[in-house]
């Protein structure tokens, strides 16, 4: 009785999602039906890995910055697969002022490699994927970070929410955006390790 209940409750949160959570391809379930969607005023393709999509968007030049000072380069163009939770620079421009131009530092590289590396999980998790997880967990996935850390995420209505160690929650509002080293789900908060 109990699988049959996780399987209608998988069933629900699909067909919740399927219609979408918005203009673009935002919805968590519906995600093919867009081949190359757009992100940042950019086609985003399967075809090209994480980096080489992410510095064609324009809604994403200090999450690409933060990564080249990071020198998480490499590591994001290997093979992965990774699931990437990507701030947006109105997410960055969020933080308190200096935060960002601080983080850039030389001196502070180890501190802005854990918060970037806190923004990714080690494997492929599509939306399909991110909702059976959510729905097994009885309505939250713990998600394991690269950093060591863990993220939450839950559905609040048709949207995914993931909530950092700090109590913050960023909202996927674009989702399923595929990559040939994994997917990139863009969020609207940057997501801060405990």
Do not use: R, W
């Not at 939450?152 to 995914?160: D, H, L, N, P």
Request: hydrophobic fraction near 45%.
């Amino acid at each position: 009785m109990k699988k049959l209940m996780i399987a209608v409750g998988v069933s629900v949160l699909l067909s919740a999602c399927a219609g979408g959570m918005g203009a673009g391809n935002t919805g968590m379930a519906g995600a093919t039906a867009m081949a190359n969607p757009m992100v940042g005023g950019a086609a985003m393709y399967p075809t090209k890995d994480i980096v080489d999509n992410a510095v064609n968007s324009k809604d994403h030049t200090t999450l690409v910055a933060a990564v080249k000072a990071a020198g998480l380069v490499d590591t994001l163009k290997s093979p992965g697969p990774f699931t990437v939770f990507a701030p947006t620079n109105e997410a960055f421009a969020a933080l308190p002022p200096g935060t960002v131009d601080t983080l850039l530092k030389p001196e502070n590289k180890s501190t802005l490699t854990k918060v970037l590396t806190y923004h990714v999980v080690p494997g492929k998790m599509d939306g399909p994927a991110l909702m059976s997880a959510i729905a097994a967990g009885g309505g939250k996935a713990m998600l394991k970070t690269a950093s060591g850390g863990t993220l939450t995420a839950t559905m609040s209505g048709s949207k995914v929410m993931v909530t950092d160690a700090k109590g913050g929650t960023a909202t996927v509002s674009i989702a399923n955006v595929y990559q040939s080293n994994g997917v990139i789900h863009v969020v609207d908060k940057v997501l801060l390790p405990g």
